[in-house]
């Protein structure tokens, strides 16, 4: 039996404000999709500077079998197995 693998990607976007309205511009940052094992931790380095609460981040998963992209399993409870979280984020990095 194949252990299943958790793929993420993650874009951290610059949110432009025009008065109550959202634009989302392209990506500043683009970790490309990157393989986790069970528990593992990454802290990834961006360096964008600037205001964090001016930064949007968006986290995809994507399965290792069918290569399906989704957002199954993102958020976790304590003693959950399966998921993932971003958090720690800086004017340099994210850990996920």
């Not at 993650?10 to 940052?29: Q, R």
């Not at 290792?64 to 720690?88: L, P, S």
Request: charged share 20%; hydrophobic share 45%; glycine share 10%.
């Amino acid at each position: 039996m194949r252990k299943a693998g958790l793929i993420i990607a993650l874009m951290i976007l610059p949110a432009l404000v025009y008065g109550f309205e959202y634009e989302i511009a392209k990506p500043a940052y683009d970790s490309g999709w990157l393989t986790f094992a069970q528990n593992e931790i990454k802290i990834l380095t961006h360096n964008l500077g600037g205001n964090i609460n001016d930064y949007v981040v968006d986290m995809q998963f994507r399965d290792d079998w069918g290569k399906e992209i989704n957002q199954a399993y993102f958020g976790c409870r304590a003693g959950d197995t399966v998921g993932a979280t971003w958090d720690k984020l800086t004017i340099s990095s994210i850990r996920i």
